[in-house]
């Protein structure tokens, strides 16, 4: 059974940095992609970030040299460091897995594994 877990969400200031991170608990992989979803109220949910088991990662253009996603060694956390902060950056912060490959631009949509996700705000 995998487990993701989100924390480390709250309010931050425009401009600010933040980090959430996501436990990862289950059964080890050989080839895995693990992301960073965000859902800001009204919106569809998107992808921000992307990492995989060979340490590739894939970024939104929305978050691109802003965003910077990470694994620890064990790889059983996943970080999202966020800095320069926007106001559209405000949203529901999800980790996500894909168990079965590394990631690739389908992985955008083909997560199987779901964090019940942790709220960003970002205030003036």
């Known amino acids: 059974q995998v487990q993701l877990v989100e924390s480390g969400g709250g309010s931050v200031q425009a401009g600010g940095s933040l980090i959430v991170s996501c436990g990862v608990s289950?059964?080890?992989?050989?080839?895995?992609?693990l992301g960073w979803f965000r859902q800001a109220p009204g919106r569809d949910r998107e992808g921000v970030a992307l990492i995989d088991s060979a340490g590739e990662t894939i970024y939104a253009d929305s978050v691109k040299g802003r965003a910077t996603i990470s694994q620890a060694n064990a790889k059983n956390t996943l970080y999202l460091q966020m800095n320069s902060l926007k106001f559209e950056d405000t949203g529901t912060y999800y980790c996500a897995a894909d168990l079965t490959h590394d990631c690739d631009s389908n992985s955008w949509y083909g997560m199987d594994y779901w964090g019940k996700g942790t709220l960003v705000t970002i205030s003036s």
């Open positions: 289950g059964p080890p992989y050989s080839s895995y992609c």
